[in-house]
């Protein structure tokens, strides 16, 4: 795999670019650190590799993240969570990949500001406990951890990402430190993926401390599809593609773009693995493909934490509010504590939006 360096023309914060009609996600200042897919792990079920704009065999890397980051957070009156990374993993095993992450991460904190940690990487996980011990007690951090298998299935899913025992053990790890811990198991490939596989999944997150799943049956398109089969059939798994291609609904001559469960199979897996989930003591949201009234209740956002707050300037410091940026479901809609209406009606959020208010700079000493 290439790895290449370049300069960041767009804005580095910017929200998921779904639109308001079905949007589940709430606003978020996404980061990537890298190409869409541009992931050393490059797991054959990555959503990020298969875009027809990807280019999976090149990890494009933005070297000036930290420094436009800091001009982008000097002119923000209102700042979503942050998000590393929905596209990437930031704590693939590149030094310079997850030098930027550490250099973010420190950013961030020193700002004051919330965010969120989503990987696979298990040893970056704690490599970067290691650098930043103070990580363990910054109150607007969780991780998101993904666990996306059995120790047996993994070489279908992640098969160079750290094995499922490491990434467990790392969640227990992590949440023995007081960090809390969101695993997530999406995609769960259906007809891969068994009930005694997710049982026993559930089972060991369970013992884990983790307090919160995330789950998803997923989407393909014609790329991603293919790559899946490919490996299932170079990893034994031929007998159970039929059952695959059935519960996605696949066929390779198909004019449709975009193959997933159907929604009746959704909602009754969903209602199962709740079910399951809460048994354990945890919390359960579905990722996307159902609305809230398949999540767990009384969850700030899908996400399942409360560290992540909406941030909003007040001088040169930046405090939260009482919400964490799901502006469909604002808790004061005609009212709203940012003084924002707009953000419940522009999805995704123009970053313009987020500058509109000038302010003195926090970090005025460097404005020049
Ligand atoms: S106060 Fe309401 S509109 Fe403003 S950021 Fe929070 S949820 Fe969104």
Redesign the pocket.
Known sequence: MEIRFKSRRAPVIHDFPYPRRGRKC??ASLISITNPGGCSYACPICYARAYPWSDPETIVIYHDIPERLKAEIESSW?L?PFYLSQITDPLQPIDEVRALTLRIVQLLIDCGLSFRIVTRSSDGLRWLVRMIPDLASYPYFFVELTVESGNEKVVVTSPDAPPIPDRLDAIAQLTGLGIEVVARIDPIIIGLIDEEDLDSLIGAIGSTGASHIISSTGYFNHRSMKRLLMRMRECGYQDRIHRVVKAYRYHPGAKRRRFTTSLQFRKRFHRELRAKVEAKGMTYSVCQELPHEYDSPDLATCEGSRRNP?Q?RIGERFEP?????????????DD?????????QEYPYRTATLFRFRQPPLFGEDKN
């Open positions: 709430p606003h209102l979503f909406v909003i509010l009482p919400c964490y940026g799901d502006c469909l479901c604002c808790p004061r809609p709203p504590p940012c003084g924002e209406p707009r953000l419940q």
